[in-house]
């Protein structure tokens, strides 16, 4: 298979119009445009019945202690652990591409339902749980939101986005899925699959490496 995510060129900086987080002004971070990139895929097996689409962090702070703290820095041989940015499966067989925008367009405070879209099933996100004890953004975050690392952190951070063919109709998830159910669930299904990996950074240091 191959996989195209417009607008994202692979192991390049992603631009900020696909980011939950993006540097302020005057301030390490503010939202971002928050848009889903539009992705196209080829060349997958005569016999798909559907899609999954995962796009994983695989470089958050397992630590989450001293995330955006004045004066703390987190180290890059820390301890890492996976944040799952979109979460979405059932994408009918037939499909090629999903529309830059059609699953987030801007921030939505305390999220988007999970559950039955046009284009396949949403999962929820881990904003979920990082943004659970925030009384104005606490909430289900189901579908696409973006890169959002923290801006104290020493390690320019991944976003893997992959495509996998399956040989079922549906992997018969519901509710409020995660990542990690799914890719417990392709088990045994998958025909094949894509990666392109982007990466993101807040951290201004490195920001101006880039």
């Known amino acids: ?67 955006n703290q004045q004066g703390k820095s987190l180290p890059a041989s820390m301890p890492r652990v996976d944040f799952y940015h979109w979460v979405l499966v059932d994408v009918p067989g037939e499909s090629r591409d999903i529309g830059e925008g059609e699953d987030s367009d801007g921030v939505t405070a305390k999220g988007k339902s999970p ?18 004890d925030d009384p104005d953004m606490g909430g289900i975050y189901g579908g696409y939101d973006g890169p959002c690392p923290p801006w104290n952190d020493e390690l320019i951070h991944r976003y893997r986005f992959t495509v996998y063919a399956l040989d079922v109709d549906s992997l018969e998830l519901s509710g409020e899925f995660t990542g990690a159910e799914v890719l417990e669930a392709m088990q045994g299904h998958i025909l094949d699959q894509a990666t392109l990996t982007g990466t993101y950074t807040l951290n201004p240091d490195l920001r101006r490496g880039q």
Do not use: C, Y
């Open 115 to 132: 559950g039955k879209a046009a284009f396949g099933v949403r999962g929820i996100n881990t904003f979920t749980d990082f943004l659970a």
């Open 1 to 67: 298979m191959q996989l195209t995510v417009h607008g994202i060129d692979d192991q390049q900086p992603i631009p900020g119009t696909f980011a939950f987080g993006v540097p302020g002004d005057g301030e390490p971070m503010t939202l971002g445009p928050n848009r889903n990139p539009a992705l196209s895929w080829s060349d997958a097996p005569e016999n798909t019945r559907s899609f999954a689409v995962i796009v994983v962090d695989p470089d958050v702070p397992g630590d989450p202690s001293d995330v």
